[in-house]
């Protein structure tokens, strides 16, 4: 049983959204308080969870695995983020993993049901609910435009294309679209990585016919019945010239 929240104070209590802020000063009464680690994972994807968080302090990563398995982190979360809104329409499936970045960070839990109590009630944090969903679609919008786009490019082989494009950096870039230049930077360096190895080893298989090459031909030279004649005469000459 997680233990209940102190009542917030300071700084703290006025971070994040309309919607965090409420939800919040809710957990004071009805809500838990979680302390996680370095590398904890609060939820991870694809896991069932009814509850929504506010992180209070510290930092946390946001990560989804790509078909390989592999972790992307597509985001980093700030004191005031609300995770998991999602949870409020329905959807109990976890679409990411949230874990610490750091020790000692702090969140607070509410059950959704008491979360929609008091959002009902509250015209600011429905419209702020609604801004932050907005907002969470239009990133990961983003992240897919730049992820298909990088994906199109490794595809047709133009790395050159692809370095460019992840020397981007622009202004206001959303997080989630560095995220995937950061994915297909690692990706470029393991291709390049690939390509570096392989010409290594055409170089030595090349190396290698080179000399099965000569001795072979060396075998056909010395075994030529012409060769074969010379050389004789050439031992039968090298006998007189000896005085035998």
Not at 8 to 25: F, M
Not at 74 to 102: D, H, N, Q, Y
Not at 109 to 138: F, G, M, P, Q
């Amino acid at each position: 049983m997680l233990p209940p929240c102190k009542p917030v104070t300071g700084n703290s209590a006025e971070q994040g959204s309309d919607l965090a802020i409420l939800l919040r000063n809710g957990a004071r009464e009805q809500g838990q308080c979680i302390t996680l680690n370095d590398a904890e994972d609060l939820v991870q994807e694809g896991e069932i969870s009814d509850r929504i968080y506010v992180l209070e302090e510290g930092e946390m990563t946001v990560s989804i695995k790509n078909q390989s398995g592999e972790s992307t982190t597509v985001a980093t979360l700030k004191p005031g983020a609300v995770i998991g809104e999602m949870t409020l329409f329905g959807e109990t499936r976890r679409s990411a993993t949230c874990s610490a970045k750091g020790n000692n960070v702090q969140l607070i839990s509410l059950e959704n049901e008491e979360a929609l109590k008091l959002i009902d009630n509250d015209t600011k944090a429905r419209y702020s609910l609604v801004k932050e969903l907005t907002k969470r679609s239009r990133s990961m919008l983003h992240y897919i435009n730049e992820f298909s786009y990088l994906t199109r490019l490794i595809s047709a082989g133009d790395l050159a294309s692809v370095q460019s494009q992840i020397n981007i950096e622009k202004a206001g870039d959303d997080a989630t679209v560095r995220a995937a230049r950061k994915e297909f930077a690692t990706m470029l360096a393991r291709i390049k990585a690939r390509e570096a190895e392989l010409q290594d080893k055409i170089q030595l298989l090349t190396i290698e016919i080179d000399h099965a090459r000569a001795a072979k031909e060396v075998d056909s030279i010395e075994s030529d019945p012409i060769f074969q004649k010379l050389k004789s005469q050439s031992g039968s000459l090298r006998d007189r010239l000896k005085g035998n």
